[in-house]
């Protein structure tokens, strides 16, 4: 090592790949804010308001409420082991990566684990649901409201009622669809949900809200045996959160006070003003992408405003485009997971990076890398599909 | 919530107390600086750079050497987990919050464990390990380097030889030594050694550097079971951290720079240099307690320079006292955990906050509010004790 070690200096990104997403510098600033202590009652109240944020953002009013301290994953973890003790039966639906990590987290957690599976980019229907849950009588059902390695959305709604009626517990895997399209969790009876910081909400990862139903509260203390994992255990993290303000483990006070000032940012704007330009300029990249020869890999009604899955066109090399955003335009996309790998591009358009400049400048950039590859777009016809959406839409 | 939230701004505290530690500028800055891609080369390469840090740090060549993301606590479960399968036997020494949270921890991970317990404040004598060791047999011992919860340094270089020779594994905390005293994972041969950001790192808290010895990675690679935390499993933890860059979970992007920089400000003091530090503004703090008639509660060779548990005063209102040096002089220190409740105060000297400024600052202050509840101790003669041990060790 030398004597003098350079500081750190990240390049400016266009984070449109599927989160992070890019960062408000409120949101910046507030990372960089002086460390105070995790029992500080300064921090206490940075705690208060960032739960009752979070209460409006998931549309709840679950007492327990709270962003876990660890990423998204880790709040699908915090999820799954409070509600599982070993030999619950769970049934979880696989139609993409995430669907997938939370059968594996509840087999782990000793979870007798029924999967039901569709391809990557379909959804599950009702009927499929209510049959599983008939034959099974689990104690809890996992599905993912947005898949983020497809980009579908899957409706809740009715399959809440169907899992309800059959006295079962509904957790959501929101991660990618909160603060983008509505998540209702009173509205639709979700049970347990948790979600990221850094797809809609903007802020950078390390965060994980999550939100318990009284429901899932009760069923949390009628435990037999303890939570599998000592740092997720929400029997001790809500004496924390809740006014007895118990030492549990030492929150990450500055990720805490980016999350509070993002959070801050999403009501400031409003769900519905925040979900409207989410579809907006959804739609209008979309224009420009079928201008362009692009197709979407999910059917119409699923597809997710945040999370853009478009085919890679053949001929077409993925990762030579990627690294050409990356390095000429400073713009990262996503590439595929799993079977989707080398066949779709994930174009994030979450939070912050949801705007018609991201919009233009990505089409225009994708453009050039198509066209240096041989492909066959129409020069300029991107740039000017989305152009007329957004003149006719005003 | 009205229209405009008013944005976060935290008091400026001098943080005395367990952890969080004071951050540097340079550390904050990096916080705040703009967020990119868990896959970014540039990412990757700050990865390379904090694991080769750490190394440095840990004085340890273990390749298996990486950041967990989650706070102290999710190291020490994340060393726990990887290590044990169910019936695995497991001792664990308590003789503090932090070793009474590990046995917790091994038991939920299914550990047999083996307690063997000390009052707060004592550590435990090659001797009593040798005797648990040879009548348990374990598969891993698990010992807290430095007892966050009262001070006192728990010497691992003899046990530890005692612990290989009867084939197991010593697991040790490091939370709060890292950075402050010596830790030589390769040195005394340590298996799995988790630390934490917030203490002698000076970097806010959120992240768990993690080191794992060859030993310890074929305990892992031999496992029947898999690791009961999916977020926590090293063995895929490591694919991502490894060449194969295998995308497992989001990594806490700005948290990451921050430690990268805390790393890079400890390796351009030096070690070595860095432990002196820490051990001079020690004993010029403990001359000026002295001197105000406060004492220490752990004996002399045991004491933790960077964490001061001092015995309160009969008479002393603990609350009282560091609500005043929080309301009238913006410093945090800690009150006492477990049965150390009420009777000692955590004085920190951790990392960034280990200068001769804080230690005056801090008697001039504690003088103050000992005099307000009637105390007796000599005015001034703390400051002038710590003035004139700095003297005579310029």
Known sequence: MPDVIPALTPPKRILMGPGPSDTAARVLAALGAPTVGHLDPYFLQVMNETQSMLRQVFRTQNELTLAVSGTGSAGMEACVVNLIEPGDRMVVGVNGVFGGRMADVAGRAGAEVTKIERPFGEVFSPEEVAAVVERVKPKVVGLVHAETSTGARQPLEEISKIVHEAGALLLADTVTSLGGIPVEVDGWQLDAVYSGTQKCLSCPPGLAPVTFSPRAVAAIDARKTKVASWYLDMTMVRNYWGQDRAYHHTAPINMNYALREALALVLEEGLENRQARHKKNHLALKAGLNALGLTYSVAEPYQLPMLNAVVIPAGIDDV????????????????????????????????????????????????????????????GAGVAAANAFYAAHR
Do not use: H, Y
């Not at 030579?320 to 079977?339: H, T």
């Not at 994030?348 to 990076?353: A, F, H, P, Q, W």
């Open 320 to 379: 030579k485009v990627r690294q050409q955003l990356l390095n000429e335009f400073g713009i990262e996309i996503g590439g595929g997971l799993g079977p989707m790998k080398g066949k779709t591009w994930r174009i994030g358009l979450m939070g912050e990076t949801s705007t018609s400049r991201n919009v233009l400048v990505l089409l225009a950039a994708l453009e050039r890398c198509l066209l240096d590859q041989g492909g066959k777009c129409p020069p």
